[in-house]
Each structure stands twice: as C-alpha cells, then as structure tokens.
C-alpha cells in the first residue's frame, strides 16, 4: 500500500513537472511570435493562486470550519500582540545599562564626569548621515538639525 502510495506521488509529480514545462515552453514560443499570446499567458500563470486554507492544524486539533479558522489566527495574532509581564520594557533596557556604570563608578571610586554641551553637540555633528532611523524612527539629521 505505501508503495503504491509513492508510486502515485511520483506519476502526479511527473505530470505536473509535465504541465509546467509545456506551459514555459508556450510562453517561450510566444514570446517570440506572438506579443498578444505571450501576454495572455503570463498574465495567466500570474493570476493563478492557491485557495485559502480549508484546514489548519492546531496541536492535536483539525478545524475545518472557515470561522473556526479566523477565530484561531484571530487569538493566535493576539497572544503575540498582548505583552505579558515578562516582556521587557523600554525604561528597564536603559535603566540595566546606566545601573550598571554607577555600579562600576562605585567600585572604582573615581567618578564619570557628566557630558558637557559642547562635547553633545560634536558627538552629534560626528554621527554620519544619510544611515538609516533606528527603531523609533529617529535619523542623524534629526539629532543635527534639532542643535541649530
């Protein structure tokens, strides 16, 4: 039965290789005869899509039903967009690094100076330009242009 089973596969394989291969072969031709036809043809192999998906697998659970299948993504899509206690903050990211420097000014006994304004103003005229924004959107020019 599994052989025969493989077997099956192997033909449906062939015969869409087959199918695929006559398609390209077409589209070839065409493209060097016909305009119209190769046109039709790749406007054709274009717009042919897949359906939706008539079943989705969910643990040990098949579900079927179209509805059933949003309600599942649905609630799939909220758990990742929900954050939970333990998702870090933006405050604790920066806060752990800067603790970090007091605690090492400590144990050193020599501590950091603050930065000056001229020493923030060259630190930004220094950045290079035309970089892409970090992840709140925020460019060198915008740090630049923001000083003047």
Do not use: C
């Not at 493989?6 to 006559?22: G, M, P, V």
């Not at 969910?58 to 649905?74: A, C, H, Q, R, V």
Request: charged share 30%.
């Amino acid at each position: 039965m599994i052989q025969e089973k493989r077997n099956l596969r192997r033909l449906q394989r062939h015969a869409h290789a087959d199918t695929r291969r006559k398609d390209i072969n077409n589209t070839m031709e065409a493209s060097e005869n016909d305009q119209k036809m190769f046109h039709k043809l790749i406007k054709a192999q274009r717009n042919t899509h897949t359906d939706h998906t008539a079943i989705l697998r969910e643990g040990n659970n098949e579900i079927s039903d179209p509805s059933e299948i949003l309600d599942t993504w649905k609630f799939h899509f909220e758990l990742l967009a929900t954050p939970t206690e333990n998702s870090t903050n933006k405050n604790n990211i920066i806060e752990l690094p800067n603790q970090l420097i007091l605690e090492k000014e400590l144990l050193m006994g020599s501590p950091i100076d603050p930065a000056t304004t001229l020493e923030v103003k060259n630190a930004i005229g220094n950045i290079n330009k035309n970089k892409a924004a970090d992840k709140d959107g925020i460019s060198a020019e915008h740090l630049q242009y923001a000083t003047e």
